[in-house]
């Protein structure tokens, strides 16, 4: 298969290293390189070491590479040498690098990119969500759009699955025994889990005849808050209270807190709109690939703790 030329990942982190552990396996030995930061490379910690020892296992060939302080130009000299890019990078290195990353993948001629889209329906959503990040990823959008040379997939996912139960986002609070829902209890919510999105997105790559210039939906999970609230009582065996948001509460506290990017956050997941598609329309819906649900997802999350 043409993909089995060379590939390049961007990054081992949770989504990097989901999506190598599933694709290594599947292509030539020694096809796959990943993109990693010098200091995990030269000065690992700890957990940098198993990961590395994990990837020398799968015979990844890992290249030290400082994406944040990197100019355009020297980013595309790197990307040149490769056939595919897939973008695991996430919004760790600040604001601008996806748009730099996609014009780097363009400037190189990268026959076919893989960008950071793995969130929610930037075409729905557009630009002006209150969100920058999106605002962000919808311009990478129109540029890839406005050239024919580099051949685009999106892989559309939601948030992850762990982000709902993330302290920080204020959605579960297993400690307060509070479940919070955002602008309605109906307004409903995508996710997908970085294990689904390391298997989908290898299967979306390697598909024959080849998906070309597309979006391309998946998911875990799709749910409304008060699903969810009817989930965390059933996996936990309590009764949460349930607290709602409305779009007037979190618009009130981005306008007190305008530097706060949760709070943007949770505005933003409020709106229902691009948030959320049908599961049963999505790839690995239409494949009979199977997913982890948010109900299995928990249940094995708590056995554990």
């Known amino acids: 298969m043409t993909e089995q030329k060379s590939i390049l990942v961007l990054g081992a982190g949770e989504l990097g290293l989901a999506v190598l552990r599933q694709l290594a396996p599947r292509v030539k030995p020694g096809t796959v390189t990943v993109l990693v930061s010098p200091q995990s490379l030269h000065e690992p910690s700890a957990a940098q070491q198993q990961t590395a020892d994990e990837l020398n296992a799968m015979n990844v ?12 130009e020297a980013l595309s000299a790197q990307l040149r040498q490769f056939h595919t890019v897939i973008n695991c990078t996430g919004f760790v290195a600040g604001p601008g690098t996806q748009m730099k990353l996609t014009r780097a993948a363009l400037a190189a001629g990268v026959l076919r990119y893989f960008p950071w889209q793995f969130g929610v329906d930037y075409d729905v959503v557009g630009k002006g969500s209150g969100q920058p990040v999106f605002d962000e990823q919808h311009e990478v959008r129109l540029l890839l759009r406005g050239q ?3 051949e685009w997939v999106i892989v ?5 699955t762990s982000f709902l139960f993330e302290p920080a986002t204020g959605l579960v609070d297993f400690d307060a025994g509070i479940v919070r829902g955002l602008g ?5 919510i995508t996710v997908t889990t970085p294990e689904d999105i390391g298997t989908l997105t290898t299967a979306i790559l390697l598909e024959e005849p080849r998906i ?10 799709t749910v409304s808050y008060g699903q969810l609230a009817d989930i965390v009582d059933s996996v936990t065996g309590r009764r949460f209270e349930r607290q709602l948001l409305t779009p007037e509460m979190l618009a009130a506290a981005c306008a007190e807190h305008p530097d706060d990017g949760m709070a943007r956050y949770r505005l933003a997941f409020s709106r229902g709109d691009g948030m959320w598609w049908d599961k049963s329309t999505t790839y690995n819906a239409q494949r009979a690939i199977r997913t982890t649900d948010i109900n299995t997802w928990l249940g094995s999350r708590r056995s554990r703790q």
């Open 61 to 72: 060939r890992m290249v030290a590479f400082d994406l944040a302080a990197a100019t355009e």
């Open 184 to 188: 309605s209890w109906e307004t409903q």
């Open 156 to 160: 559309s996912t939601g948030m992850f």
């Open 212 to 221: 070309v210039n597309r979006v391309v939906y998946v998911a875990s999970d």
């Open 148 to 150: 024919a040379k580099t």
